[in-house]
């Protein structure tokens, strides 16, 4: 069966589905000034080790977030969670490895809860608002953020985190995905590996099903859309290294 007319990666092109970050959106915020006048290079040179091999080489370290993951398994079974935000951990301890100056546990808890607010929206609402049109506005994904900072809220300080980490955890998860400026470092980090997991084939078999594409298109569009959207200089190269490696795995030159 060929690919219908409207999901060409030409064709997409000329109508993007995905809208575009607007980086004046939130840029005139103090945190925002702050951080980009402490790291004015884009993208970000790393520090440490950048590791560019498939992630399932290098999973999330064992144990020590265990609590928390049993505190949000309900949470987990939602938008495929269970999938997403693991993955989206162990990138985010490998760009932690790559930028050893930041905070990691700030990075690994934030990033472990960005997303768990989907289980506490109207889950009908979730592909119908929150992943067609000028989906980074609609009400939805804010209302996923004000859940998931409820979730840090409600979770963190059970388990023995200060209430000055928890709202720093808050800080990252509000507006991770409406905000299109990086607040710090650790922010930055989050973004990217939230970013980074679909460019695995794992994320593309998943998040391309969301937005209604095949896989050739999805990958196209992952990488005119979101990799100039990579803050990170070791996010780029291990996105793209991904993202080569995924469309020679499923053939997306051949089945288009
Ligand atoms: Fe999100
Ligand atoms: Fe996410």
Redesign the pocket.
Known sequence: MSTPETQTPEAADKAPAWAGAEPSNHADDPRAQAFAAEYPIRPLPATGTVDTTPIATTPAAVGELDVIWQAVVRETRSRG?DI??PI?LAFAERLCRAYPEADAQLVRVA?LL??TGWAHVDESRILSEGFTGDWRKAAIRFEHEAEGCNVARRVLPGLGYEAEFVERVCEIIDG??TRHVAYSLEDALVRDA??L?RFDHAGIALASTWFGMTPDVYTHRLGVEIIPELITEAALAMGTADLERSRALLKTGVIR
């Open positions: 969670n997403h935000l989206s990033i960005h997303d991770h995905d939230d970013r997991w």
